[in-house]
């Protein structure tokens, strides 16, 4: 039987302590799946991290593959993001208050904005060689915000 443990950021977990925990399990004898991504991996995918944030998980996982000779841009870099959008900021929060947030907590941690606002924040995501971004949509009843050119 082929045992692994998964560990995610969920609970607020730095870099460090997710690392410390996979070094603990590989120890431990079972194959650490956090461990091993710079290993196998294709795609490396962030989930809710600002720019900040994202740049220094991803410089770690560039050490990591430099680390084992592999040259880290084999790998395809993708991040899962919050999304709020509206057309102007009373429609933004609206929508961040109908899925129980702050608008400004999905700013710092997502997107949130027009669809400029959004495009402009989405460069700063892109500049980190960031290919392709998974948009969370929570309010599965509000189906105007994906109707083009309203």
């Known amino acids: 039987m082929d045992v692994r443990i998964f560990t995610e950021p969920q609970q607020g977990a730095t870099y460090d302590e997710l690392l410390s925990m ?27 991290q600002s720019p900040e944030q994202a740049r220094v998980i991803l410089r770690a996982v560039d050490e990591a593959c430099e680390a084992i000779g592999r040259d880290p841009k084999e790998i395809k870099r993708s991040i899962a993001l919050q999304t709020v959008c509206g057309r102007d900021g009373a429609e ?9 947030r702050e608008l400004d907590g999905v700013k710092a941690r997502g997107l949130a904005g027009t669809p400029r606002e959004i495009a402009e924040r989405l460069k700063s995501f892109a500049a980190l060689g960031i290919s392709r971004v998974n948009l969370q949509m929570l309010d599965v009843t509000d189906l105007e915000r994906v109707q083009p050119n309203r």
């Open 22 to 48: 996979a070094l603990a399990t590989e120890s431990a004898g079972f194959d650490a799946f956090f461990r091993s991504d710079h290993k196998y991996a294709n795609e490396f995918n962030l989930a809710f």
């Open 92 to 100: 933004c929060k609206r929508r961040a208050l109908a899925i129980g």
